[in-house]
């Protein structure tokens, strides 16, 4: 079994920036890889951005690419999520995964609680 445990959400005026952290904890493997998704209001869950193991591969939905960093600490078992020029439309509860790197959420094995990201106009 694995956890994760979401936190850095919270309300951010366009433009602005928000830091998300998912720490892992359980039986971890560094060599599995971890994404983020998110959830806007009557919406299905759409892929952000995941990372391989080892870090040096990342991907990201069109929609974030050059605004959003994925980045892993594997000695602290945790991903973060950099989000810079935020806009309402990222507005969502983001969501952690582990267990992939694909932008698919059914190839993911574990997922955090979320964490609300609202950004004002």
């Known amino acids: 079994q694995v956890q994760l445990v979401e936190s850095g959400g919270g309300l951010v005026q366009a433009g602005g920036s928000l830091r998300l952290s998912c720490a892992a904890s359980?039986?971890?493997?560094?060599?599995?890889?971890m994404g983020w998704f998110r959830q806007a209001p009557g919406k299905e869950r759409e892929f952000v951005a995941s990372?391989?193991?080892?870090?040096?591969?990342?991907y990201y939905a069109d929609s974030v690419k050059g605004r959003f960093t994925i980045s892993r600490a594997n000695a602290e078992n945790t991903v973060y999520l950099q989000m810079n020029s935020l806009n309402p439309e990222d507005t969502a509860v983001y969501y952690c995964a582990y267990g992939s790197y694909g932008s698919s959420s059914y190839a993911y094995d574990y997922w955090g609680q979320g964490t609300q990201v609202t950004v004002s106009s």
């Open positions: 990372i391989r193991w080892g870090g040096i591969r990342t």
């Open positions: 359980g039986r971890t493997f560094t060599n599995v890889g």
